[in-house]
């Protein structure tokens, strides 16, 4: 089946997921009922679709869930990105995960109290990127993410991409540390056969086609989604990504994500000198990641959407 472009300006008051659903099947000349027998043919998520379903869709009387909005976008070579990302009423619903109320921001740093905040991006040539990166690995605590003399090696860690949000005087209150790498590498982490040292050593061969998250966190629910943007909209943005996947020993983010639905891949507790740390890890496909609306909401802001937000919440405070 052919793709087709689609537009939002013409029925203001439709889902743009009904205006897709509308625009897909004319553009492909079929009636509803070829468009529903050929769903049910290509996915089990369909197998009891009607026809007066597909017309309710098309009208928005009601959607389907994310799932089978994800499945049939992807059978015609689009995304849910794709859509909802240009569409303004589900932009601004992203929004609110980035700039909530300030008396409804709870900060979680002893001297961080909502000031006005900037995210960089750290990489290795950065002159404080070993003491950055060596500060993450022990905040996060994760014996699997040891690096020996990390300044030493520097050419060899430019795959990991660091960003930290910081406040006045450049006082971090959140950072991530993520990096792109082969699904086979991710799984032999996960099983513990490797650990950070040896994947920053290992020559790279093929393309990469997933993403490593090994450190996530923010003062506020608002810095730290805004930094999960950023490794989200670059997983959304990258077609050639597959999988998305998370390592870590953040009990308060590992709540986060399984508040989001996400279900963990492996629980292990490993020994970290007297104490033991629990590491928990998530994979999550493509598909899966489009079918969430936590990391669909979160994947769709891009790198100047973020900048303008930061900026209006620091001015709306300022004008308090």
Request: glycine letters at 4%.
């Amino acid at each position: 089946m052919s793709s087709t472009a689609y537009c939002y300006t013409s029925d203001k008051d439709s889902h743009v997921f009904s205006i897709f659903l509308r625009n897909t099947r004319q553009h492909n000349d079929l009636s509803q009922e070829q468009f529903c027998l050929y769903l049910r043919e290509q996915s089990s998520l369909f197998y009891n679709l009607d026809t007066i379903t597909v017309s309710r869709w098309e009208r928005g009387v009601n959607i389907p869930s994310l799932a089978k909005q994800a499945e049939i976008v992807e059978l015609y070579n689009h995304e849910l990105v794709d859509i909802y990302g240009k569409d303004n009423e589900f932009l601004n619903e992203c929004t609110k995960l980035l700039a909530l109320p300030i008396n409804k921001r709870k900060s979680y740093h002893p001297y961080y109290h909502n000031d006005a905040y900037l995210i960089e991006e750290i990489d290795n040539e950065h002159p404080c990127f070993h003491l950055i990166l060596g500060m993450i690995l022990q905040y996060e605590g994760n014996p699997c993410l040891s690096l020996d003399e990390i300044d030493r090696q520097r050419k060899q860690l430019a795959q990991l991409k660091i960003n930290v949000a910081t406040a006045f005087g450049g006082q971090i209150i959140g950072h991530c540390l993520f990096m792109e790498t082969r699904s086979h590498i991710i799984l032999e982490l996960l099983n513990f056969k490797i650990n950070l040292q040896d994947i920053t050593h290992q020559d790279a061969q093929g393309q990469a086609n997933a993403v490593l998250v090994l450190s996530s966190a923010g003062a506020t629910t608002q810095i730290e989604n805004s930094l999960m943007s950023i490794y989200m909209y670059f997983f959304a943005s990258q077609k050639h990504l597959t999988y998305l996947s998370f390592s870590v020993c953040d009990d308060s983010f590992v709540k986060k994500l399984n508040g989001a639905k996400l279900s963990p891949f492996k629980v292990k507790s490993v020994s970290k000198g007297k104490n033991k740390v629990d590491i928990t890890s998530f994979l999550v496909s493509r598909s899966e990641v489009m079918a969430n609306r936590f990391l669909l909401k979160l994947a769709v802001i891009s790198p100047s959407n973020l900048n303008q937000i930061i900026d209006v919440g620091v001015k709306g405070k300022q004008a308090r």
